[in-house]
Structures are given as C-alpha cells and as structure tokens.
C-alpha cells in the first residue's frame, strides 16, 4: 500500500524567510515519483518541482528545493525568500509503476506575512 | 491556448439525479485523471486512463463511471448522486515518457448534492 503524510496542517512565515515543508510516504516500489503542487485559493493546482527516487540529488527549480531522505521516505519542500504570493496549500504527492497516479498527503496550508 | 479544461465550473443537483461532467485536454499527453477533492481538501485518485488501460481506484463507488471517446477527452457521470458526492472534482493529464513527468490541472468542477 502506499501513503503520503503530511504533518503540517498549516505553516507560516514572514516575507524573505526560507520555509520547510515536510513529507514523509510509504511505499514498496523501488522506483517511484515524488511531486510537490502549490494550490491557489482559486483551486488551480500548480506544478513546483519533482524528484525521482533513482536520483539521490536533491533537485531544484527557482526557488524552490527539496530535501530528498530516501532511506527515511522522507522529503521537504524548501521555499528560499518566501513572499506572500507563496500562500496556499502545499500538497506532497506519490506516484508509483503501473498507473503513474498521485497519491496525495493531506496538504500544508501556508500563510506569508508582508 | 494548450491546458486541461473542465465544463461545468459548478454544478447543484438533487440526491438521485444523473450529472455529468467533461474534461478536454489540448496538451497532446496521452493519459487522463480524475480526482476527487472533499471539503477538507483531501484529494484522491478515482480513476486513470490512457488508450489501453482504465485504472479505477477500488474505494470509487460504482455509480462512477468514466466515458472517453478519444485520448483528450475523459469525461465524469456519476449515474445517481448521493450527498457525499459533494466536492471538487478535478481533471488532470500527462505524457507518457516526458523528463519530468508532471500531470497538468483542469480548474475543477464542484458539485454539490441537496
């Protein structure tokens, strides 16, 4: 079976502060996807960034990271110089051979302060 | 303009009712999603579909049924509602062999049962 947790209902920080968001899963895949999505107050879901679990790099795209902890099935979102644009709903999703769907975790609401 | 769209933005209907919902997408991918966002923002696969498999979550009631009739299109009937099929039910795609595989959004249908 496979699972992803969120532990962080919610979260906050102050403009220009860098933000950890934590994810743990489970699963019995050798290879899978990890995916991290920003949902709007609209309801959009948007794509931030994604790790592979064959790459042990942690990956990086703007502004945004993870802290990719294979052998603990853990990985954080990093946000450097957050702004209040980055409010929203974090979602940390699995995804695993066979249907490629996304199992989500319960999400992390985040607020940024001005 | 390339994205997933979704038809209708709302919906209200009355417990036993017959709805349907349509998602296109113009994105080109070759796979198609549906999930199943509740009021508490929980989000959960219902069913993934590419023009050889159709992969149904096994918790999805059968009252759900998906309808394709081409590789961007995968429309949502839900054959009698009930007042737990209240939620947003978004639309998503992706493609098959991409670097970074990410599935694409629709905007979301919300559905409210009376």
């Known amino acids: 079976a496979q699972r992803v947790t969120q532990v962080q209902p919610t979260g906050s920080s102050q403009w220009g502060e860098e933000v950890t968001l934590d994810c743990s899963y489970e699963?019995?895949?050798?290879?899978?996807?990890i995916f991290w999505y920003r949902q709007l107050f609209s309801g959009e879901m948007v794509f931030l960034i994604y790790?592979?679990?064959?790459?042990?790099q942690n990956q990086r795209s703007g502004r945004y990271s993870v802290v990719f902890q294979k052998s603990f099935k853990s990985i954080s979102l990093v946000i450097s110089a957050s702004q209040p644009e980055d409010s929203g709903t974090y979602f940390c999703a699995l995804s695993a051979p066979g249907s490629w769907q996304l199992i989500f975790g319960s999400g992390t609401q985040l607020t940024v302060m001005p | 303009e390339t994205a997933v769209f979704q038809t209708p933005n709302y919906h209200v209907t009355q417990v036993g009712n017959e709805v349907s919902f349509n998602c296109k997408q113009t994105l080109g991918h070759d796979t198609m999603y549906w999930y199943k966002q509740d009021s508490k923002k929980l989000l959960k696969i219902m069913f993934s579909?590419?023009?050889?498999?159709?992969?149904v979550n096994e918790t999805v009631p059968r009252r759900f049924s998906p309808q394709s009739s081409d590789k961007a299109h995968l429309n949502l009937r839900i054959k009698s509602v009930e007042p737990e099929d209240s939620a947003v039910y978004l639309c998503?795609?992706?493609?098959?062999?991409?670097?970074?595989?990410?599935?694409?959004f629709g905007p979301g249908t919300r559905l409210t049962v009376l």
């Open positions: 579909y590419n023009n050889k498999q159709l992969i």
């Open positions: 998503a795609s992706s493609l098959t062999g991409r670097v970074i595989p990410e599935q694409f």
């Open positions: 790790q592979p679990s064959f790459d042990t």
């Open positions: 699963t019995s895949e050798y290879f899978y996807r």
